[in-house]
């Protein structure tokens, strides 16, 4: 994947099909919705970036690659897999997976009102083994959950469930390790423990580049290739990254 520098604080943008219009979803709890948003909000405050403009370049890129069972490794708002489910384009079916059932109840609801439950099964797990029999899946993605857990450890599971020469997608942010002492670094951490009540993300771990080609080798992938989505503010900033790995 060749990057292309866009101008400052541009964000890049695949030319493979259209971006969708964000689904409308009624008959829902309001509460749920809010979730929604206070993700989206959360995401655009940690890597600069629209959320779902960047869902729409992770399914552009999905869609470009052809596969026909994929597997979403966490459903969380079910943004990424509703919109690939709603592409024409997209030939597979895709099989998408929570432990949270309040979330997948939601996604179903959503599937069934845009029609889409033909190519898409939400399913509940525990972590941190997914009820996936080994070899099963032609693509696996992570979208923005790799930094809340031990990297090996999801790594090994992600392969282990994807065919020979099965492809593994993460979307997440690679941060430089000198960012990781900086100032603003230091203070975002203490906004999401102590202002934001945001345990996990207080301790979410991310790599640089060197760092996760590492662990993707480790994990016995064979190639690994990174795409940037944005231009990092600052040398210390981290960049919103597609990592596309081959079994």
Do not use: C
């Amino acid at each position: 994947m060749k990057s292309v520098t866009p101008p400052r604080d541009a964000q890049k943008k695949f030319d493979f099909s259209p971006s969708q219009p964000r689904p409308f979803v009624s008959r829902l709890p309001a509460g749920i919705d809010t979730y929604e948003e206070g993700v989206a909000r959360f995401f655009q405050w940690r890597t600069g970036l629209d959320y779902y403009v960047a869902m729409d370049q992770i399914v552009d890129f999905v869609v470009s690659m052809r596969k026909l069972k994929v597997v979403d490794l966490l459903t969380d708002t079910a943004t990424f897999a509703l919109r690939l489910a709603g592409r024409k384009a997209f030939p597979g079916r895709i099989y998408s997976y929570d432990t949270n059932v309040t979330l997948l109840e939601r996604a179903k609801q959503r599937a069934l009102h845009l029609d889409l439950q033909q190519a898409v099964e939400f399913r509940h797990f525990q972590e941190p083994s997914l009820p996936i029999p080994d070899g099963f899946a032609d693509l696996a993605v992570s979208v923005f959950d790799l930094h809340r857990h031990p990297a090996e450890q999801y790594l090994a599971e992600a392969f282990r469930i994807l065919a020979p020469e099965g492809n593994l997608i993460v979307a997440d942010l690679l941060e430089p390790k000198s960012g990781r002492r900086s100032l603003s670094r230091i203070w975002r951490r203490i906004h999401l423990q102590f202002i934001q009540k945001n345990f996990i993300e207080a301790r979410a771990v991310y790599y640089d580049r060197e760092e996760v080609i590492g662990l993707f080798f480790k994990a016995g992938f064979q190639q690994v290739l990174i795409q940037g989505l944005n231009v990092p503010a600052s040398p210390h900033s981290g960049v919103f990254s597609l990592i596309a790995a081959t079994k």
